[in-house]
């Protein structure tokens, strides 16, 4: 089971807390997005 499953399994959600420009700059982001196609993409923001 991956770690990502096993997570879903306890009912929690993984974060991705240091996002950064150069994440989406060099495509790094995109390279983890597709490495983990099961993962639940979601943003939030404090000042909406």
């Known amino acids: 089971m ?4 096993q997570i879903e399994a306890c009912r ?9 420009h150069r994440l989406l ?8 997005m ?3 196609p099961d993962a639940p993409i979601a943003t939030f923001s404090q000042t909406i």
């Open 2 to 5: 991956s770690s990502l499953k």
């Open 12 to 20: 929690q959600s993984p974060w991705l807390d240091f996002l950064e």
């Open 25 to 32: 700059e060099t495509g790094q982001l995109r390279t983890l």
């Open 34 to 36: 597709r490495s983990k």
